[in-house]
């Protein structure tokens, strides 16, 4: 798998007002509290196939908030916005895909307008040869946005004539030619995740056999091995998430030590995850109808990532269902 870019619809702020973000008429206290309150800004931009898309995925697994083609002269605007949003957006990144040499100077005339204003901002140019780009769209069998009627060649060399301006003025230039997508991740964290280690987020999903598989699990765990709780006629009408019926599934020989067992095999595999660059896992834990015996366990199992420092999201698919 190599990095890809993909078309998404233009990013558009509900406010389309621009508005000084360094505050021109505050007093020395104002201005202080003002400019700690403007966001960190991040250009993503290079040539098409280079990994635009998976590298802005990377930030937005980190925490910034992500705007894909947004025009450049709205960006002062997001800016704008993101000091207005009392620090919950602290950090912004923009995809820009530079087209036109009208939508290139545009993009330059903001870049200059908000380094006057004292923003904090980056250019990260991603790259790759011409070869490593010719494989890419034709392995995805896609024409290159610049070529016409000429060949994809045409149009990669159309693109980094258009480019090799904003190439120059890049603060960082990512290589992507020999990178696979997690390759490009680890790169992306090195650079912007700070001192924090990136996070991994798991949902961990009951579910009952007979309603089907989750088609988004990425693991899945069989409790079908335990006493079905549904044939006990005090415990049938309730769930797992009733006390009596988890501690009728945990009182039954192997289910402590299978938790346990799993949850140990879990801790393994979250590290690898980290360090191969996923950060979203979805764990499904299936019995027959999805009732008792997977609920009880999806709620453990899901304690368990919690305190092992995993962002856990419990969710029962089939609860109720019967």
């Known amino acids: 798998m190599t990095p890809s870019d993909s078309g998404t619809p233009a990013g558009t702020p509900r406010t389309s007002r621009p508005n000084d973000v360094d505050g021109a008429h505050v007093t020395t206290d104002g ?3 003002v400019a700690e309150a403007i966001p960190e800004l991040v250009i993503i931009s290079g040539m098409s196939g280079a990994g ?11 925490g910034w908030f992500v705007v894909d083609n947004l025009p450049p002269a709205l960006i002062p605007t997001m800016v704008d916005l993101g000091a207005r949003s009392q620090g919950n957006v602290a950090r912004i990144a923009v995809v820009v895909d530079v ?9 330059r005339e903001s870049l200059a307008g908000l380094d006057a204003k004292g923003v904090r901002r980056r250019v990260l140019f991603l790259e790759a040869s011409d070869d490593a780009l ?8 896609r024409p290159h946005p610049l070529q016409g009627d000429g060949r994809i060649v045409d149009g990669i060399a ?5 480019l090799c301006e904003l190439r120059g003025d890049a603060d960082l230039v990512i290589d992507t030619s020999g990178l696979n997508v997690h390759e490009l991740r680890a790169k992306m964290d090195a650079q912007f995740a700070g001192d924090e280690e990136p996070e991994l987020r798991a949902t961990v999903m009951s579910f009952g056999f007979k309603y089907g598989l989750p088609v988004d699990a990425d693991l899945v765990v069989d409790c079908r091995f335990l006493p079905n709780p549904h044939w006990v006629p005090e415990l ?3 769930t797992g998430l009733n006390d009596e019926v988890a501690q009728y599934v945990f009182n039954q020989p192997g289910a402590k030590e299978f938790l346990d067992g799993y949850a140990e095999l879990l801790h393994i595999v979250a590290a690898g995850y980290r360090r191969e660059g996923k950060r979203y896992v979805t764990i499904a834990v299936g019995c027959t109808g999805g009732k008792h015996r997977s609920v009880a366990m999806s709620e453990r199992l899901a304690r368990r990532l919690s305190a092992d420092g995993v962002e856990t999201v419990t969710v029962h698919r089939d609860m109720g269902r019967e």
Not at 134 to 141: K, Q, Y
Request: aromatic residues 10%.
């Open 158 to 162: 159309a693109e980094r004539d258009l």
């Open 236 to 238: 049938q009408p309730f």
């Open 52 to 62: 635009r898309s998976t590298a802005a995925k990377c930030l937005e697994d980190l």
């Open 134 to 141: 010719v494989r890419r769209f034709e392995s995805v069998r």
């Open 31 to 33: 201005a202080s509290r």
């Open 99 to 107: 087209r036109g040499r009208r939508f290139f100077d545009t993009l």
